[in-house]
């Protein structure tokens, strides 16, 4: 089994800053990643796949970087609608997801 | 627009059945394959169960391998999970996770139904 390490579990920063959410993978999954979104009460929402494309709607803010085993999602400038919840997950082999980190927006 | 519509969920004993169900809309059903993804209270997320377009491919992650079946209707366009021998661990919100045409990420969500495991 492909297991996924996502650090840090929770991060706190300021409007405007830049983040930075780190996904480390067991076994080597090349590219086949993908980064969702999920606030309290919501679905999960597809934010990257493919390690570094954005999916449709999604603001350029987000991007995504990475390939084997180490993988980072970055948002340029966080805005206050970006507090929530971002899972990694691989889909190299079945699907396994991060076990989260939590953003919040002081 | 797609729309995956989950409904089914509720308080069941250990030990116990229940069978979720997903009416999908919005896309060409028969195209896709599809998933159940689950989230304990206040946990992280979960794969449980893929099932591919024509229903000949069928995975299941560990935890509810043995306890768990996956179907589809085509007739309805909706996609199944029977659960059985119900545990504790099994609370949780269940969604149904449309996959990408091509791909194997996950495209679209349902906004899920809650199942609670409790005596």
């Known amino acids: 089994d492909i297991q996924m390490t996502q650090s840090p579990s929770t991060l706190s920063a300021s409007i405007g800053d830049r983040v930075t959410i780190i996904c480390r993978a067991s076994?080597?999954?090349?590219?086949?990643l993908a980064w969702y979104q999920q606030k309290p009460g919501q679905a999960p929402k597809l934010l990257i796949y493919h390690a570094s494309n954005l999916e449709s709607g999604v603001p350029s803010r987000f991007s995504g970087s990475g390939s084997g085993t180490e993988f980072t999602l970055t948002i340029s400038s966080l805005q206050p609608d970006d507090s929530a919840t971002y899972y990694c997950q691989q889909y190299e082999s079945y699907w396994t997801f991060g076990q989260g980190t939590k953003v919040e927006v002081k | 627009e797609v729309q995956l519509v989950e409904s089914g969920g509720g308080l069941v004993q250990p030990g116990g059945s229940l069978r979720l169900s997903c009416a999908a809309s919005?896309?060409?059903?028969?195209?896709?394959?599809m998933n159940w993804v689950r989230q304990a209270p206040g946990k992280g997320l979960e794969w449980i169960s893929y099932?591919?377009?024509?229903?000949?491919?069928?995975y299941y992650a560990d935890s509810v391998r043995g306890r768990f079946t996956i179907s589809r209707d085509h007739t309805k366009d909706s996609v199944l999970l029977q659960m059985n021998s119900l545990r504790a661990e099994d609370t949780a919100v269940y969604f149904c996770?449309?996959?990408?045409?091509?791909?194997?990420?996950?495209?679209?969500w349902g906004q899920g139904t809650l199942v609670i495991v409790s005596s």
């Open positions: 996770v449309k996959k990408d045409a091509k791909d194997f990420y996950f495209e679209s």
């Open positions: 919005g896309f060409t059903f028969t195209s896709h394959a």
């Open positions: 099932i591919s377009s024509n229903s000949r491919t069928i």
């Open positions: 076994h080597s999954i090349s590219s086949w």
